[in-house]
Structures are given as structure tokens and as C-alpha cells.
């Protein structure tokens, strides 16, 4: 079996020789282990973080260390009473083709309910990203009819999904902001949004007056900083501000974040702004996944795949998110 | 019967002058109408931005309008299928020893059940202010057994009634913080709190890390401003923050109001920040009073009271607001 390991950690951004590709044989279990052969391997940007050891989710990497990596696989073997042979799970797998699971919190195992739509959801509309989106619209936005609602990060693995879930809602209008001409045109072409701003052409808060000319409801936000300070401006009574990434914020000292004027309008307005993440609602998984399947079946969701294949081309993944995806979810194909 | 109007609009601070005391005959009331005898009237920070037409909670007032407010009546005569003789409401009668009341949404008129408490409790614990409290800590910041709680504004009509509620839902500890020596010995002695912190005093935010050496759970503003941007560098995972009041930022213009540094504490640490009006949870108003009422009878509320007598001391009630009370719900007493 094929295996990638750190070959050094990044300075700046991940390159290619941060990486290296190994065959090893694959590992005999013990009782209370599972055997699972990965079928996909999602990439995301905090990944970059497992590698500098920046952030408190992932054990610390060393050089030589797999690298960390969720996914979903099948069981192949199990010594562990709560798996069995056959069944689909989403796991921490790291990027490996078969690799040893315990029944332990560690790994946040979720067996996948829904396994007659493509295996691949559960990379993307039916993995921890879009619970997010269905957390972050439903159950802390209380999106609702006639909600006028704004995402930010809309074309990423997260935000290609809320779009149709606010509308799925029953929201009265939906507007994506994302990076560039093409992500735009699939907000509005491809991923249910009413309309799409692109943040890298100028005037986007005149952008956010023409669209939301009554005030924005509902913000999902990938991106904090100033964006979220204007919205803060924009918004309506009662409206309720999920906080799902600062990704403004990623790269830069706490020093140099952006100091907002309009915070005061949380009390003025009597509104809620609120932080989450979705492994702080494990019970909930598989409502979410079984509701979100049913969207899919019903044709109100369409998810949105970036499917590279071979394991061979998870280090350029990775590489690629930073620069710009193509929108939805990307991800590496192993087996299916 | 004797009223208050408004004899001159407010420059900067009410004054005496600002006041004139009328005689006028107590009036009929035609079909759909119900005549109250005042017996309890609040006085509240917001009256000068009523005087002002700087609120949109009131409507507008002009020289030689009657005061508006808010207080305890006794149902005196009715003609209106809702309201009957004898009946104990709460609702806005203006500074006048008799009202005229519609059955009509502006009067936000509440009927209480728990008339065999004191009937001044209608301006307190079990009015707004109290229904405020219990909204605030239950419903917005879900206080559970283990919370560590802070509170601003401590001494005032609703901090008076917070600490008692945080501790009925058995938080681990609650610290309020108010202004001056006297107010903070109030809250320990006398308003249930286990700790005070004295904003006037040097070292404000150093009191802070002292009391809270794991992190705020809970906190449940009436100040806003500097005060929570050092609160927000201090929230623990999933904190919750209760915006009820910004008094920070009351006399200030927006451009003037502290920009912080630490907002984006809310992503990271996955907390809540929420602004909330108590006339939004109407149907909850009746619950919020049994429950109230139920703590004290137990105990658990021992509601401070700041009772003038006679209707000639509400200017002076309202003027010694914006002196710094003596803690607990400032009042008048016409009746009872």
C-alpha cells in the first residue's frame, strides 16, 4: 500500500517536497481495530495547519509522520463489535489506502446511513461540510421564509452547499461571495444562489447595497474581518450571523485583524452572532446527513465534486486549494 | 388628579425645570376603554431619550405632553371585555394618578397572576426588568450548574435581579460589576452575588483575570464598549454574551464608540454574542413571571426596592437615575 508522509514542514505555503510518497505493507489489526480501504480523501485548507502544528483539532506532525487526513472507506476486516465488514464510514483515515481504525472519540467515526447516492458525499454534501452548512442555516440562523440571506466563501466546500440549503429553507433570496468571474458564474449557473458578488472587483459593499437594499437576515460567514464589520452595518432586527470561518484572519497576527466599527449594532438591533463547529453536535450527524440526502433525492441540492483520482495526487490537492479551487468540494479518488 | 408633563425638552441632563405638575379632572372612558388608579410608577435611564424623541420605542413627545412611563394600576372601571374591576396590570400610564387604556398592542399591557406578592414587585422583579433577567441568563446564555458568570450593571433594576437568577439555575459563581464602594457592597450582601468588582477603582480588567482564572462562561451585559472587547478576550469555549444593555455607549456618537480587538474570539472559541428586547417575548411574559415569583417565595430572590412615596417625586426619582442610585428598582409609590 502507498502512504504520504511530511517530508519537511512548510514555510509559508505547502510546496510538492513537503511530501513524500512510501509503499509499505498493509497492517495487521488487533482486537478492537477495524481494516478500511480508503475510497476518497477530502482535502481542506486547514490541513496546512497539521503541518506546522498550528492548531488544537489534529495530534502534532513530525517529519516522517502520515499525514492527517478524513475520508470515506470501507471495511474490510473488523475486530471491533461496532463495525462490520462491508460498512461505509467517514473517518480519519490520513492519506493512506488502508488504514487501522479504533473505536475511539479521537477518530470521530460516522457510519454513512446513505449509502445508495455516491460514496463520494461523503467527502462533500454528506460529510462534516455540509452538516456545517445545515448546522450554520438551520439550527443557528433559524433560516426562514422570506429570510434575505448572504454567504461568504460561497464556492467552497462549505458554501457550495448553503446556498441550497437557505433555499431549500424556503429563504426569499440567497447572494454568494466568492473570488473571481468563474466561481461567480457557478454560484448562480450551478450552485442555487440568486446572485453572486466578486470580491476581487471593486465596490463590494456597493454591491451589498444594491443587493440587499431591506437589509441582510442572515450571514454565513467563512471570511470575518472587514467584510463582517460592513454586514454588521447592513443588517436587520433580529438577524442572526453564523461564524463559521475567519479565513481573512488565517494568515495574519492577531495584531493586524481588522478592528470593527459596527459591533455595537448586535445590541442595537438586537441580533446574534454566533461561532460553531460541527463536531460539537455529534448526535445530531445523522439527521443531518439523512436530511440532506433527501434535498439530493429531491433534486434540491446538486453538489458541486472537484475529483482528482489516484492517490498520487493528494500533495497538489492540497497545493491547489490555496490557490483558488474550482469550486465545490475537491477531493482524491482511491477506490469506490 | 395630578400629572407630570414635559415642560421644556432636555439639554444634556434632565433638570427640575424640565418638569411642570398639572391638575386635571380624571376622565371618562368610552366603549373598548378601561380607567386604572396608578399605584406603582418606574423610572428608567431611557426616559431622557423619550424626552428627547431619540428612541423609536415611544412615541414622540412635545412641550406640554404627559410624561410617558410605565408602572402598576389597578383596574378601576371597564368597558372592555378583556380587563375587569380589580384587575392588577402593568402597562404604560404615563406619570398621572389615573389612565385611560386601549386594548391595543402600543400599551404592551400585561395582566399579573401573583397579586398576593407585592404589588411593587410589578415595577421589579416581576416586570420587565425581572422578566429581562430570566430571559437573558436562562433563555439567551442557557446557564447551567458549573457556568462561571459575569454581570455589568449589577446594581441596576435588572443586574439586581441577574445574580439571584444565575444562581437559582445554580451557576458556579457569579461576579457583578457596578460603580462605587457602597453599590459593590450591595451586591455582596445583599443582592446575591459571590464577588464585586468596583469599576470606578483602579485595575478593572486585572480583577477581572483574578475572579475568572479559568474563563468566563457567561456574561450578561449592560455596559458594552472596552468592557466587552476584555470580556471577549477572556470567554472560554462556547461562552455565551447577553447584549441587554450598551449604557457605554449611550452619550457617545458611533464614532466615538471603542473599535476591539477581540471579537474575533466569537469564531474562534465558538461563543454566542446576542442582543435581546424583552417586548419580543411576549407569550413567554406569564411563565417568566410564575417562575420569578416562585423564586422568591422560596427565597432564592430577595428583590431590592427603592420606593419614593407621592407622585411629586417623580422628577427627582428619574433625576437621581443618572446620579447613580442606591441599587435595587427605583420607583414611586402613589398607591396600593
Redesign the interface.
Known amino acids: 500500500m502507498k502512504q504520504w508522509v511530511m517530508a519537511k514542514r512548510p514555510i509559508g505555503l505547502v510546496k510538492p517536497t513537503d511530501f513524500r510518497l512510501e509503499e509499505t505493507s498493509i497492517p495487521e489489526i488487533e482486537e478492537g481495530q477495524v481494516l478500511v480501504k480508503t475510497l476518497y480523501l477530502g482535502v481542506a485548507p486547514v490541513m496546512l495547519r497539521y503541518m506546522t502544528n498550528e492548531t488544537e483539532f489534529e495530534r502534532p506532525m513530525n517529519n516522517g509522520d502520515v499525514m492527517h487526513g478524513r475520508g470515506v472507506a470501507r471495511v474490510v476486516k473488523s475486530k471491533c463489535g461496532k463495525f462490520k465488514e462491508g460498512d461505509i464510514i467517514q473517518t480519519k483515515l490520513r492519506w493512506r489506502e488502508y488504514a487501522v481504525i479504533e473505536d475511539d472519540p479521537y477518530y470521530m467515526t460516522y457510519k454513512m446511513n446513505n449509502t445508495d447516492l455516491s460514496l463520494s458525499y461523503g467527502c462533500g454534501a454528506l460529510s462534516m461540510n455540509g452538516f456545517t452548512s445545515l448546522l450554520g442555516m438551520r439550527d443557528i440562523c433559524h433560516v426562514k421564509k422570506g429570510d434575505q440571506v448572504l454567504v461568504s466563501g460561497a464556492a467552497g466546500s462549505v458554501g457550495s452547499m448553503a446556498g441550497f440549503v437557505a433555499k431549500a429553507l424556503g429563504c426569499k433570496k440567497v447572494i454568494g461571495i466568492a473570488g473571481g468571474k468563474q466561481k461567480c458564474h457557478l454560484l448562480k449557473e450551478r450552485l442555487g444562489y440568486d446572485g453572486a458578488i466578486d470580491y476581487k472587483e471593486e465596490g463590494l459593499y456597493e454591491k451589498l447595497d444594491q443587493y440587499f437594499p431591506d437589509g441582510i437576515d442572515v450571514f454565513f460567514d467563512n471570511v470575518?474581518g472587514e467584510l463582517?464589520d460592513e454586514v454588521l452595518a447592513r443588517i436587520n432586527r433580529?438577524a442572526r450571523i453564523a461564524?463559521c470561518?475567519?479565513i481573512s484572519?488565517y494568515l495574519i497576527p492577531?495584531e493586524q485583524?481588522h478592528?470593527?466599527?459596527n459591533?455595537?449594532r448586535?445590541?442595537?438591533?438586537?441580533?446574534?452572532?454566533?461561532?460553531?463547529?460541527i463536531y460539537?453536535y455529534q448526535g445530531r450527524h445523522s439527521e443531518y446527513e439523512n436530511q440532506l440526502a433527501q434535498w439530493i433525492r429531491e433534486g434540491k441540492i446538486n453538489p458541486l465534486e472537484d475529483i482528482a483520482v489516484g492517490i498520487e495526487e493528494m500533495p497538489n490537492a492540497l497545493i491547489s486549494l490555496y490557490k483558488g479551487t474550482n469550486g465545490g468540494t475537491r477531493m482524491v479518488k482511491l477506490d469506490s
Open positions: 470575518g463582517l433580529r461564524i470561518g475567519r484572519e492577531p485583524y478592528r470593527p466599527r459591533l455595537y448586535i445590541g442595537l438591533k438586537d441580533a446574534k452572532m454566533e461561532g460553531f463547529f460539537d
